[in-house]
């Protein structure tokens, strides 16, 4: 079966594209070093061509609300058209766990996505997830400086390498609609993850717990990207993705 990933040199996309493999599928890299450009369109129809299932992992490193939203308003756009044409049978799009309930950049334009999605008329699957182990990194390498400042925000991070596995599953099976959410098995600290990734690290950097403003910084502070509802649960914990990564 061939299955197209978009975003697939990304943090989860290069994951999923070795969990296809390994299921015995044939991954199509949707990428612009792959000659594929998700925003404009350039050559996505030829790389679609045979294409069973899109699995869209594409993602845009921001905080505003304009250009989350302008990102995945075009690139959902633009990929559903391109399936309609293809004749894609399955859509599967990765979003956050709690997205709808944070007003705030990033996750307005995940809420965007997911809206396209639901509305379109490619039969689909929408895995929600919690932040990656990866996003402690993320969070700490935003910015040099010998003062880390990471937002206060509780999470249960998931390993990348384990939500691209269920993505994969989910592409070559039937579409489900929206598909139970997936979390990591326990909760964690934001802030004190960037502490433990940076002694890891051997790095003398200071972490600065901030709260992020408005009603929002309130809601991640409290657990609102927390999952409420039963769904699928990871095994590896952050620490063990730590001791990994060292």
Same mark, same amino acid.
């Given at each position: 079966?061939?299955?197209?990933?978009?975003?697939?040199?990304?943090?989860?996309?290069?994951?999923?594209?070795?969990?296809?493999?390994?299921?015995?599928?044939?991954?199509?890299?949707?990428?612009?070093?792959?000659?594929?450009?998700?925003?404009?369109?350039?050559?996505?129809?030829?790389?679609?061509?045979?294409?069973?299932?899109?699995?869209?992992?594409?993602?845009?490193?921001?905080?505003?609300?304009?250009?989350?939203?302008?990102?995945? @308003?075009? =690139?959902? $756009?633009? !990929?559903? +058209?391109?399936?309609? #044409?293809?004749? &894609?049978?399955?859509?599967?799009?990765?979003?956050?766990?709690?997205?709808?309930?944070?007003?705030?950049?990033?996750?307005?334009?995940?809420?965007?996505?997911?809206?396209?999605?639901?509305?379109?008329?490619?039969?689909?699957?929408?895995?929600?997830?919690?932040?990656?182990?990866?996003?402690?990194?993320?969070?700490?390498?935003?910015?040099?400086?010998?003062?880390?400042?990471?937002?206060?925000?509780?999470?249960?991070?998931?390993?990348?390498?384990?939500?691209?596995?269920?993505?994969?599953?989910?592409?070559?099976?039937?579409?489900?609609?929206?598909?139970?959410?997936?979390?990591?098995?326990?909760?964690?600290?934001?802030? @004190?993850? =960037?502490? $433990?990734? !940076?002694? +890891?690290?051997?790095? #003398?950097?200071? &972490?600065?717990?901030?709260?992020?403003?408005?009603?929002?910084?309130?809601?991640?502070?409290?657990?609102?990207?927390?999952?409420?509802?039963?769904?699928?649960?990871?095994?590896?914990?952050?620490?063990?993705?730590?001791?990994?990564?060292?």
């Amino acid at each position: 079966m061939r299955v197209a990933v978009a975003g697939g040199t990304g943090v989860v996309g290069r994951y999923v594209v070795a969990s296809l493999a390994a299921l015995g599928h044939e991954p199509v890299v949707l990428a612009r070093s792959a000659g594929v450009d998700v925003l404009t369109g350039g050559g996505l129809d030829a790389a679609l061509e045979s294409v069973a299932a899109v699995i869209d992992v594409t993602n845009v490193k921001t905080t505003s609300r304009r250009a989350a939203v302008g990102f995945f @308003d075009t =690139a959902g $756009r633009t !990929l559903l +058209a391109a399936e309609m #044409r293809a004749g &894609v049978q399955h859509h599967v799009a990765l979003s956050i766990v709690g997205a709808d309930r944070v007003r705030m950049g990033y996750y307005e334009g995940k809420v965007r996505q997911e809206q396209l999605v639901a509305a379109g008329r490619v039969p689909w699957t929408l895995l929600r997830a919690t932040q990656f182990h990866e996003f402690a990194a993320q969070v700490v390498d935003a910015v040099p400086g010998p003062i880390a400042v990471v937002p206060k925000m509780r999470s249960q991070p998931v390993a990348a390498r384990e939500a691209a596995a269920v993505l994969a599953e989910l592409a070559v099976g039937p579409p489900l609609g929206r598909a139970p959410e997936l979390a990591g098995p326990r909760m964690e600290d934001v802030p @004190d993850m =960037a502490r $433990r990734l !940076l002694r +890891a690290r051997g790095s #003398r950097r200071r &972490v600065l717990a901030l709260p992020l403003p408005g009603a929002a910084g309130r809601a991640v502070a409290e657990g609102a990207l927390l999952p409420t509802s039963p769904g699928a649960r990871a095994r590896q914990t952050f620490t063990e993705w730590l001791a990994e990564e060292r």
